[in-house]
């Protein structure tokens, strides 16, 4: 089997958000809530999977609302 026809059979992309998805800037508000800076064109390429049917797992090890 080819690369090609292995790349075809991916259903999901699994990443984790720090370090990965993030430049490695960490700000925090006078409140103490962490925000982290990302790449848009990341978001845009996480956007432009799932609109192609993946599924995208984001994995951080802080403790965050969900959205």
């Known amino acids: 089997m080819n690369i ?15 370090g990965v ?9 006078p409140e103490g809530q962490w925000l982290r800076s990302m790449n848009i064109k990341d978001g845009y390429a996480l956007q ?7 599924r ?4 951080s090890g802080s403790e965050s609302a969900p959205f």
Do not use: C, P, Q, W
């Open 56 to 59: 995208i797992v984001v994995i």
């Open 48 to 54: 432009l999977a799932v609109n192609s049917g993946y």
């Open 4 to 18: 090609l026809s292995r790349l075809r059979l991916v259903k999901a992309f699994v990443f984790d958000m720090d």
């Open 21 to 29: 998805l993030t430049d490695g800037t960490l700000l925090i508000e």
